[in-house]
């Protein structure tokens, strides 16, 4: 069973940034993609970003150049760096990847971005 820890998120105000952290409780070396997703409140989940195990990065349009996906092999995790947040930033965050067949989800993590 592959569990992923998010965490980093809270209340920030416009302009602020927050760092998130994915941690995975296997071994991240050999999964080819992790993302970071986010659902806000009535509305669908979306793609914010992902990266594969080259380093490649994909963005969504309305976050290019204000967030940062990143990830640390030796540490299991993956992390977003989030800067100039606004406030329809706010959502739950959650961390994804897909190993051995299957796609697992963490529980997110809230941020919230105050006007």
């Known amino acids: 069973q592959v569990q992923l820890v998010e965490s980093g998120g809270g209340l920030v105000q416009a302009g602020g940034s927050l760092r998130l952290s994915c941690a995975a409780s296997?071994?991240?070396?050999?999964?080819?993609?992790m993302g970071w997703y986010r659902q806000a409140p009535g509305k669908q989940r979306e793609l914010v970003a992902t990266?594969?195990?080259?380093?490649?990065?994909n963005y969504a349009d309305s976050v290019k150049g204000r967030f940062s996906i990143s990830r640390d092999n030796a540490k299991n995790t993956v992390y977003l760096q989030m800067n100039s947040l606004k406030p329809e930033d706010t959502a739950v965050y959650s961390c994804?990847?897909?190993?051995?067949?299957?796609?697992?989800w963490g529980q997110g993590t809230q941020v919230t971005v105050s006007s």
């Open positions: 994804n990847l897909y190993y051995v067949g299957l796609y697992y």
């Open positions: 296997i071994s991240i070396f050999g999964v080819n993609t």
């Open positions: 990266i594969t195990s080259r380093g490649s990065t």
